[in-house]
């Protein structure tokens, strides 16, 4: 068997073990995630079908709506109902209420006839001039058509508009949730939304068909200016849902599946036996059409075309379900757990990639795939980059063979060990590497090195992985100078053709420039590296040389005990840092840091600490200068005004002050120069808050 053959089998078996544990779903109500008809979608507030924008066709797109609170009734009537946020649910109308007023107003009441005197009750707070009145509405007329007006005008008008508004706003919660679910449901679970069109409907069997023939994979996203829910289809092909005819033994399903495939061809534009026909769209019968109709042809004789035979077209709405194979050209939106439809397409694709391949032409993948493991793999490499650092294009690099093992240059942009190296060492040599480590080791950062290694040197990557958050953390490692060329196709198709629409961009400036200066450029990041090399020789000798100074022995004068290792002494240092942590002094091995006093020096500074005393705590203080101080004349002009103020204070205290009066001249005069005294005085005082040496002076 041939390396071609044997390729294309194992591509035959990956898809049937593919398909195995995909069950026949005979009828879209096993779709509990989400579904909605048609007729549950038309016609609805703030729910639009078929429109557009810049980014292309949007299939549904369903408005943010928020809800409405009822409209309030007047004071006079509000203590008579109960008004919720319902609006399917007519507000409670009381019969009888309890109300506090005056006596006087329930008087009027009274006299009125709109109250018994029975229904005029002290009031529980015991206020003499409060009274509560029970008051009953088949007694107020007034009141009664005030609540009929409310309830007919403004609450109905109010119900009328938000039935519809809470209808929407159910909706968008439900596909708000089941966006949610789509996101969080994991590689182990992942979900699909699908637009299926043309319900097959058949009670045969003791068996019930409920489920559209033509699907076409969408996907939803929430636009973020107007917060939206946006439904677009997929960049996928159509498919037909036949497996509840192949649970059923239908023997007309692979003719019909041959006839959908070929009308799909002709949709994508892939046929070459016709004319491309339109876009496929649910709204648009004659891109689907033709395949309902060979159903109706080929699946029973008795099928029929529901609008070809329907009462009225414009009711969308399925008919009833009968032994009668019906087919419509209705639509429903559904969440189902993810197929392998997509899969197979990707397995059909390649497969018929290799049939029109020469067998030479096989890529070395998958060669590798269905051959034998060799012992010794013959790889050929272009030149070791370290010998072509820093030289022009047309410059021949230095034969650097011999220190390939030891010398491989590797482009990584971000901090890397030995162990990434020899990844690159192994491929270098390997088809394949296989690297292992638990979550949190650093593989990512691994694959972000390597991927730009290779486009630095020429080549493509194409990453795989089970799902799409393990691709979204490792783009996010790529540095942002080479994160254009990553582009994501697991991500949305929307998202996806930007992010290829940047890379295009990105690549055509590049290939604006002059490659003259391309190449300087390049020279200039090869020195770049190769200084960078040598500064990184430097940090390794240095390195190298403190590692060497922990292997010895520290000197006999500086071990402590029968610590002598370098680290025993840095655990012991470690171990007292709390009794030694007065000493702020920076400390080291080296003559630099020999004390440079003795134990006599110690002695004398122990002695001079004694007869300081209590006195150490004016340490560092200023002393005041003599010219600074007060003279004598002074001191005794303050001594007599101290002894004045203790005087005044004690009189007093006494009461025994006399009054102000004004009768001299110079009364008023000498009560403003006292005023300015007292005002020199308070700021002479805050001038000598905080020292202590004026205070006890004046104290003394």
């Given at each position: 068997m041939t390396l071609k053959a044997r390729l294309i089998g194992l591509l035959d078996y990956v898809e049937e073990l593919a398909r195995l544990p995909e069950r026949a779903i005979l009828s879209v109500r096993n779709y509990r995630t989400l579904l909605f008809h048609e007729q549950q979608l038309r016609g609805k507030v703030g729910i639009h079908h078929d429109v557009a924008d810049e980014d292309g066709a949007i299939w549904l797109r369903i408005d943010r709506l928020q809800r409405q609170k009822p409209p309030l009734p007047d004071e006079a009537i509000r203590p008579w109902m109960s008004v919720g946020n319902d609006p399917a649910k007519a507000p409670e109308v009381r019969d009888a209420i309890i109300m506090t007023m005056t006596r006087n107003e329930a008087k009027d009441l009274?006299?009125?006839?709109l109250v018994e005197v029975d229904d005029v009750m002290e009031s529980p707070k015991g206020e003499l001039e409060l009274v509560d009145v029970r008051l009953l509405l088949d007694r107020l007329p007034n009141v009664s058509s005030s609540i009929q007006e409310y309830l007919a005008s403004s609450w109905t008008q109010w119900s009328a508009a938000e039935i519809p508004r809470r209808e929407t706003i159910a909706i968008y919660d439900k596909f708000f949730s089941v966006l949610q679910t789509i996101e969080t449901a994991g590689v182990d679970n992942p979900l699909e939304m699908v637009f299926g069109v043309g319900f097959a409907l058949w009670k045969t069997q003791e068996r019930t068909v409920e489920h559209p023939i033509v699907e076409a994979f969408v996907e939803a996203s929430i636009d973020p200016r107007t917060h939206a829910i946006q439904v677009r289809a997929r960049e996928t092909e159509l498919q037909v849902y036949l497996k509840p005819f192949l649970e059923l033994d239908n023997a007309a399903v692979p003719a019909l599946r041959k006839r959908a495939l070929s009308h799909i061809e002709r949709l994508s534009g892939t046929s070459t036996d016709a004319t491309p026909a339109a876009e496929f769209s649910p709204f648009i019968p004659g891109t689907f059409e033709p395949i309902l109709r060979d159903a109706v042809t080929l699946l029973s004789p008795e099928a029929r075309y529901w609008p070809d035979v329907a009462d009225d077209p414009d009711n969308r709405a399925l008919p009833e379900i009968a032994d009668v194979l019906t087919i419509t050209d209705n639509w429903a939106i559904y969440v189902r757990p993810r197929s392998g439809n997509l899969f197979a397409q990707d397995l059909g694709r390649l497969k018929k990639s290799i049939e029109s391949s020469n067998e030479d032409e096989l890529p070395p993948v998958g060669r590798r795939l269905v051959t034998r493991p060799r012992d010794l793999v013959d790889v050929t490499i272009g030149p070791d980059l370290s010998g072509g650092l820093g030289t022009t294009w047309n410059?021949?690099?230095?034969?650097?063979?011999?220190?390939?093992?030891d010398h491989t240059d590797v482009l990584f942009p971000k901090p890397f060990n030995d162990a990434q190296v020899e990844i690159i060492r192994r491929l270098k040599r390997e088809e394949g590497v296989v690297v292992q480590g638990p979550p949190g080791t650093g593989k990512t950062h691994t694959i972000a090195n390597i991927i730009c290694h290779y486009l630095a040197t020429g080549r493509s990557v194409l990453v795989v992985s089970k799902g799409e958050p393990a691709l979204e953390v490792l783009r996010s490692q790529?540095?942002?100078?080479?994160?254009?060329?990553?582009?994501?196709?697991?991500?949305?198709?929307?998202?996806?053709?930007?992010q290829l629409e940047h890379a295009v961009e990105f690549m055509d400036h590049a290939a604006n420039k002059d490659p003259a200066r391309l190449d300087r450029e390049r020279v200039e990041r090869e020195k770049e590296i190769l200084s960078l090399r040598q500064e990184a020789e430097k940090v390794d000798t240095k390195v190298m040389a403190w590692a060497q100074k922990q292997l010895e022995n520290v000197p006999e004068d500086l071990c402590v005990g029968s610590q002598q290792w370098p680290a025993e002494l840095a655990q012991l240092l470690a171990s007292e840092r709390q009794r030694d942590q007065w000493l702020e002094d920076d400390l080291g091995p080296g003559e630099e840091y020999q004390p440079i006093f003795t134990q006599q020096h110690l002695d004398d500074l122990r002695a001079a600490r004694c007869r300081l005393g209590e006195d150490l705590f004016y340490l560092g203080t200023k002393t005041p200068n003599r010219n600074d101080l007060p003279d004598a004349q002074t001191i005794s002009e303050i001594h007599a005004n101290l002894l004045e103020a203790a005087t005044l204070a004690n009189t007093a205290e006494q009461k025994q002050l006399p009054s102000m009066v004004l009768r001299t001249d110079e009364a008023a005069e000498r009560a403003e120069r006292l005023q300015c005294d007292l005002l020199d005085l308070r700021s002479f005082l805050h001038e000598i808050d905080g020292q202590d040496w004026v205070r006890k002076l004046y104290e003394t």
């Open positions: 009274v006299e009125q006839g410059q021949s690099p230095v034969d650097t063979a011999r220190q390939e093992t790529i540095p942002d100078e080479v994160r254009n060329f990553a582009i994501s196709l697991l991500t949305s198709e929307r998202q996806g053709l930007k």
